[in-house]
């Protein structure tokens, strides 16, 4: 039957040679002709191109044409090397990276660099040789300063900037292994969950016009019925139609996979996350996916298949490979207040009992020189994650903490604490500064808002001076200053009307902030 085949499909070659027809790629309809792959979705359609007819004695299997587009996602290796050159297109060059922190942070330009200059390093070491790259190490890097200077705002935008996986946390919150809370390896953990949001983001972007075309022909499907000859011209109407808006009314039945209801778990016991996953991959995969028949208008079908394409399209690719990777050779961890963990060595509060303590010092330090961590997504190497601690140290010093966790944070940078120039620059110069944000919230109610610049500069005179006799908290002064200068005008401008003006003066700051300067000179004296 097979060399039957064969044979007539090669008369029919030679007849559309002959002819000067295109041959369009065919394939036999027999029962041992293997099933295309569902991944390719590959769209079937007749031949209109005429050919001649028959032999009558010539036994002509069935063939039909098929064209094959090219299939974005197929080969998991080019998507990863396709994001990786998307990936590195987006990273910033140091001075960018400073410009960018500079139009929300004021001061501290030392911070900026050595943060610039550890992300910069990090697609460095990307373009080494793979024998050299294996040698480079992530230099760590702590940062020290008073409270309220710009530590902590340093991370949160650094998260903004960078598309490589983030994360912030407190070094507080966790506690040493054998106690009641979390351990250090949660770090990784979480790092893990934030890689595999990253991940699915950016393959759904690549697959999002892909799983947009396919629910448009599920739909069309259902309106028209199967591709064939005869319904062409009645498809082609639908589908201008569908996509001029004109049948989002119109109500049809898809189904849609039902969720299982799953019980609350305690995503801090890596067991029992593992173990819940293990199990929903076995249920997945020894049964379909349970459907529920809905009824709904297109507008609505149309999102809901697309997420169904879109995740069948997904489970072509690797997106935990990809993930691990990603959280391997460009994760950012920021630890924050490092020197809350930290006891002074002097005197008999050398040994301290809180599991919040040394303990954790010492569980970090395998973590930042370099271990294997058994995650739900699969085993994470972290000997190239980038850590960045910060703390106060107040009431301890730097040479407190543990001498292999200082040797591990080799880069140290001391940040200044905040001047009465630098608290009027913060004022004025971020782009979303405590000025802007009070004029606009007060411009909700039809009143506007001036601050004059004698106002402006009182507004730092008082912080810094508030921050010298009471307590210094940096920049988060500015936040109690404001409140008690605006205290009144907020709760009155609902009452006044339509395009009032209110203007904060030299004067009206000095009267608000009398009684908080007395107040704050007599505590001095009191016992």
């Not at 809905?294 to 997904?314: F, G, H, N, T, Y």
């Not at 990777?325 to 924050?336: P, Q, R, W």
């Not at 004025?428 to 004029?439: D, G, K, M």
Request: aromatic share 4%; net charge negative.
């Amino acid at each position: 039957m097979m060399m039957l085949a064969t044979n007539s499909l090669r008369r029919l070659s030679s007849r559309a040679v002959r002819s000067g027809q295109s041959i369009l790629p065919i394939r036999v309809a027999t029962a041992a002709a293997p099933n295309v792959n569902s991944h390719y979705n590959p769209r079937w359609f007749s031949s209109s191109a005429p050919t001649d007819p028959p032999d009558e004695d010539e036994d002509i299997p069935t063939v039909e044409a098929v064209e094959v587009p090219p299939v974005k996602g197929n080969n998991s290796t080019d998507d990863d090397a396709a994001m990786d050159e998307d990936e590195l297109e987006r990273n910033m060059k140091p001075m960018e990276i400073v410009g960018a922190l500079d139009r929300h942070i004021v001061g501290q330009p030392d911070a900026k660099r050595a943060v610039a200059i550890a992300m910069r390093n990090r697609w460095r070491r990307r373009q080494l040789p793979e024998e050299l790259r294996k040698e480079v190490t992530p230099r760590n890097v702590l940062l020290v300063g008073p409270t309220g200077c710009g530590k902590t705002e340093v991370a949160r935008r650094m998260a903004m900037l960078n598309d490589a996986p983030f994360l912030k946390v407190e070094a507080t919150k966790f506690t040493e292994v054998g106690y009641h809370g979390r351990d250090v390896d949660q770090i990784i953990r979480d790092l893990m969950d934030v890689a595999m949001q990253l991940a699915k983001k950016k393959y759904t972007d690549r697959f999002k016009e892909e799983a947009s075309k396919l629910a448009e022909e599920r739909i069309l499907d259902i309106l028209a019925g199967p591709v064939s000859e005869n319904a062409a011209r009645g498809r082609e109407s639908f589908r201008d139609m569908l996509r001029q808006g004109l049948l989002d009314d119109q109500e049809i039945e898809v189904d849609v996979p039902t969720k299982q209801n799953q019980n609350e778990l305690d995503n801090s016991n890596p067991q029992i996350v593992a173990m819940s996953d293990l199990m929903q991959r076995l249920a997945s995969g020894s049964k379909k996916v349970p459907t529920e028949r809905k009824k709904m208008p297109i507008s609505d079908a149309k999102s809901v298949i697309e997420e169904i394409e879109l995740e069948r399209l997904l489970e072509n690719v690797d997106i935990r490979k990809s993930a691990v990777t990603a959280v391997e050779e460009s994760g950012i961890v920021f630890i924050d207040e490092i020197d809350k963990i930290c006891s002074p060595r002097d005197g008999f509060s050398s040994r301290s009992a809180d599991a919040s303590a040394e303990g954790v010092q010492r569980d970090l330090l395998p973590l930042i020189e370099g271990t294997t961590i058994n995650t739900k997504h699969g085993n994470v190497n972290t000997d190239y994650i980038l850590f960045i601690a910060s703390g106060a140290f107040h009431a301890v010093k730097v040479s407190d903490l543990l001498p292999e966790l200082q040797g591990r944070l080799p880069i140290r940078v001391e940040l200044a604490g905040l001047t009465e120039d630098d608290l009027y620059k913060i004022l004025t110069e971020p782009v979303a500064n405590l000025l802007r944000q009070q004029e606009a919230l007060i411009g909700a109610e039809g009143v506007e808002l001036e601050f004059e610049d004698e106002g402006i500069r009182e507004i730092a005179r008082m912080a810094a001076q508030l921050n010298k006799t009471v307590e210094n908290i940096g920049a988060r002064r500015l936040h109690t200053v404001l409140e008690r200068i605006m205290e009144n005008v907020s709760f009155e401008a609902a009452e006044k009307g339509a395009g009032t003006k209110v203007v904060i003066d030299k004067e009206l700051v000095q009267e608000r902030l009398k009684e908080v300067t007395m107040k704050a000179d007599v505590s001095r004296y009191i016992l």
